[in-house]
């Protein structure tokens, strides 16, 4: 027999889940409180990583069927979002979500639903790759230095290559400049 399970997820403890809980209740699904889980946190945090999402998948069994208001609610983006819907639909778990008209995501029309939401993840990923590369592109062409900024000054690593002409040891000079061996170590390489 198939249990119905209820996930409302707020982005802050000062949020309340309250508006999501009623929602489901006027779409006319009565869920035993012990089948409603509630947490308060970041939509940052992939769902897998949510400590109350995944008490909620230990309890799921095969043919239950879970409610979401909102897409949003169960990942941080549409690749998220795909990830979670696909591991539950292997699970023969059925994901209902009320925005959507309550389609079941896991059905032919959710099954195609979930491809547009494939294309628009994709979209999205290349976005930010593109993004990112003109981002660095941008950033190289008015010379900006990329990565880490260095440990020690250019006057430093001067000194150190000195110092490690004269004899003196890896250990000795990470200490007295304040680094790790492993700064000196490539100083050391450089040479």
């Not at 012990?34 to 109350?52: K, L, N």
């Not at 994709?122 to 990112?132: G, H, V, Y």
């Not at 062409?141 to 006057?155: D, I, V, Y």
Request: glycine letters at 6%; one cysteine or more.
């Amino acid at each position: 027999m198939s249990r119905t399970f209820a996930y409302a997820r707020v982005s802050t403890a000062d949020q309340t889940t309250a508006n999501q809980i009623r929602e489901i209740e006027a779409a006319g699904f009565a869920i035993d409180n012990r089948r409603v889980v509630t947490e308060s946190i970041s939509g940052s945090v992939s769902a897998d990583q949510r400590p109350g999402f995944a008490k909620l998948l230990e309890r799921m069994e095969e043919g239950d069927v879970l409610i979401v208001t909102k897409l949003d609610r169960l990942g941080r983006n549409a690749m998220d979002v795909r990830a979670t819907v696909e591991a539950l639909a292997a699970r023969d778990v059925r994901v209902h979500c009320l925005a959507l008209g309550g389609v079941d995501l896991t059905s032919a029309a959710g099954r195609m639903t979930m491809q547009v939401l494939n294309a628009v993840a994709e979209f999205e990923r290349d976005l930010l790759i593109e993004r990112t590369n003109a981002g660095i592109a941008r950033a190289k062409a008015e010379g900006k230095a990329m990565g880490r900024p260095p440990a020690l000054s250019e006057k430093q690593r001067a000194d150190v290559r000195k110092r490690l002409g004269d004899g003196a040891s890896v250990a000795a000079l990470a200490r007295d400049f304040k680094t790790s061996r492993q700064t000196i170590m490539r100083i050391r390489a450089d040479l």
